[in-house]
């Protein structure tokens, strides 16, 4: 069987899994039973790929320790984080499933998750603080600079929703924000947690975000052209939502298709959203961000080059081998 990306990078995900865990069961304010520890428990252990922490404790092969519980504690901050995101993005997304499960707000009702999502990103900044000394700002990295690229993306999302004259660079600053900077600080960070040079965590954040942007963009792609029972989640609900995705803006340039997905509104019939669809699958829009996407994985490649001799390396292959699937 075909190892999993911690298996294959040799990460105790274990460990990691407990970390995470850690930072709910042992918050002094909130008792174990009470109904926000459960609902923060039982989304950590709904699944998802860690694949933020994994990116932090590569990160850190690249720096002359072994990686530490300083690695291990940072790699739980970020998937912390990204789970806070992933509470957010569900209520405005008006998505009511999250890897195949109920989405949180629909179990708890969404002023609750509102709370609990501020909460946890609250206390992980809190956390995150805890943990720096003045020789160790970089953890701002992911406290400071993460979140609010996280939070400024999704306001750009929102302020471009049906805005079919978004234009290509800012559909790459919003993915850049919302996506690629996230998993890029979190190589970083790991690198500088174990005493990489600042030479070789710079290589690194570069390389995470453009992996990061391959991923997102593919994120997008699959929206059209995956099944709903792979996705976990309804196909199609970037278009229903006026999401202007890379396909649509490729789309978009089409003279026939672009007035069609123009006429797409809030409201809009879902014949007519089911209509537009099988359009934009028809068409060359998905293998032209295919192409973007195979772009930004030759950028990440390009981006370690110099680190090719370190004994890490080899990391850096699989994680690139992981994030760019079978057609890269
Ligand atoms: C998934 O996008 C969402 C994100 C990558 C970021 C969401 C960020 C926020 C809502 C800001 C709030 C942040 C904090 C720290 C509370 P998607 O909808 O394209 O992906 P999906 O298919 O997984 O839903
Ligand atoms: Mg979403």
Redesign the pocket.
């Known amino acids: 069987m075909k190892p999993s990306l911690p298996e294959a990078l040799q990460i105790d995900l274990r460990r990691i899994n407990r970390d995470i865990e850690n930072i709910i069961r042992y918050d002094k304010d909130v008792p174990r039973t009470s109904v926000l520890a459960r609902s923060v428990l039982q989304l950590i252990r709904s699944g998802g790929k860690r694949l933020r922490p994994v990116l932090v404790i590569a990160g850190s092969r690249f720096g002359s320790a072994e990686p530490g519980r300083r690695s291990y504690q940072l790699a739980a901050a970020a998937e912390f ?2 789970a ?7 209520i ?2 008006r ?1 009511e499933l ?1 890897r195949g499960a109920p989405s949180l707000h629909t179990q708890t009702g969404v002023t609750a998750a509102v709370h609990i ?2 909460y ?2 609250a206390r992980v900044v809190e956390l995150l603080s805890g943990y720096t000394s003045n020789h160790e700002r970089f953890v701002h990295d992911l406290s400071a600079l993460a ?1 609010a690229q ?2 400024l ?2 306001y750009e ?1 929102l302020q471009h929703a049906y805005d079919y004259d978004l234009s290509l660079e800012q559909y790459l600053e919003k993915t850049r924000r ?2 690629a900077q ?1 998993m890029a600080a979190c190589l970083r960070v790991g690198a500088l947690s174990a005493d990489a040079k600042p030479e070789t965590a710079a290589m690194l954040y570069r390389f995470g975000e453009a992996l990061g942007m391959a991923f ?1 963009i593919e ?2 792609i699959l ?1 059209y052209s995956a099944t709903a029972e792979a ?1 976990g ?1 309804p196909a199609g609900s ?1 278009l229903a939502r006026g ?1 202007v995705t890379l396909p649509v803006l490729y789309a978009l340039e089409d003279p026939d298709l672009g007035p069609c997905i123009r006429s797409i509104q809030p409201g809009s019939p879902a014949a007519d959203i089911d209509a537009v669809l099988a359009a934009i699958r028809r068409g060359d829009a998905l293998e032209r961000s295919d192409l973007m996407r195979r772009q930004y994985l030759r950028e990440a490649l390009l981006a370690v080059e110099p680190l090719r001799s370190h004994p890490a390396y080899g990391q850096l292959e699989v994680l690139h081998r992981y994030f760019g699937g079978k057609t890269a």
Do not use: F, Y
């Open positions: 984080i990204h806070a995101s992933l509470i957010h993005d569900d405005i997304d998505s999250r999502g501020n946890m990103s979140t996280l939070c993306g999704e999302q919302k996506t996230l997102q994120d997008d929206d996705l989640k970037d999401q």
